[in-house]
């Protein structure tokens, strides 16, 4: 079974600074990585999606891919309270199937 | 545009009972995902439908879980008998095809008693 590893956290980070989020996967012929935002009692909502290497910024989000190294990382600039979340990594694998981590959790913290 | 529609929202059910769930996706989106979260856990896919043909059900439960999804458009999620392991949040997703990014409904949160 391949697999999607997230650390579980929790990450605090203070309000207005970077939150690195990190995502590593087992598949190397992967090719389409997520990240998705779940508050609690919520359903998961997306925020990015990233099919190739480097790096692709969306307001304050940046996802990052590096197929190499097998890893995908998301950061948050200027942290709000409001980020504070558990956020999910997903690859579509070679399999053709969707494979979630655990999610990490964060807390901003004013 | 309306976004994925579940119910019910809640269910309370004794174990050995039987339970169904509803999903309406996205207008136009050919896949069609339904996926068990257990609380502190990153969803699990129990089945993936591709217009209403069945392309991952390999963890379903087969011995208690089915799905179907007969037109292609909305899909239903029966479990019976439900067992106390069965907790948990269902979620349904939906996507224009396979590889897009998924689009969640609310969920429903099954308890057993």
């Known amino acids: 079974q391949k697999e999607v590893e997230q650390n579980s956290g929790p990450l605090s980070v203070p309000e207005g600074a970077i939150a690195s989020l990190n995502c590593t996967y087992s598949?190397?012929?992967?090719?389409?990585f997520f990240w998705y935002r779940q508050y609690s009692g919520k359903s998961p909502e997306l925020i990015m999606s990233?099919?190739?290497?480097g790096d692709k910024e969306d307001g304050r989000f940046t996802a990052q891919l590096n197929k190499a190294s097998q890893y995908v990382s998301l950061l948050i600039r200027d942290s709000q309270p409001s980020d504070s979340a558990t956020y999910l990594c997903a690859e579509y694998s070679s399999a053709s199937k969707i494979i979630f981590g655990s999610g990490t959790r964060l807390s901003i913290r004013p | 545009e309306a976004g994925v529609a579940q119910s019910p929202r809640y269910k309370i059910i004794e174990k050995r009972q039987s339970v169904a769930f509803w999903c309406n996706p996205i207008?136009?989106?050919?896949?069609l995902y339904w996926y068990q979260q257990i609380l502190g856990q990153g969803p699990k896919l129990l089945i993936q439908?591709?217009?209403?043909?069945?392309?991952?059900d390999s963890q379903l439960p087969k011995d208690r879980f089915s799905a179907e999804r007969l037109k292609g458009v909305d899909s239903t999620l029966k479990i019976q008998p439900a067992k106390l392991e069965d907790s948990a949040v269902y979620l349904c997703?939906?996507?224009?095809?396979?590889?897009?990014?998924?689009?969640f409904g609310d969920g429903t949160r099954l308890s057993i008693l």
């Open positions: 990233i099919y190739s290497n």
């Open positions: 997703a939906s996507s224009q095809t396979r590889g897009k990014p998924q689009h």
């Open positions: 207008s136009g989106h050919a896949t």
């Open positions: 598949d190397r012929v992967s090719q389409s």
């Open positions: 439908f591709q217009n209403n043909g069945v392309v991952d």
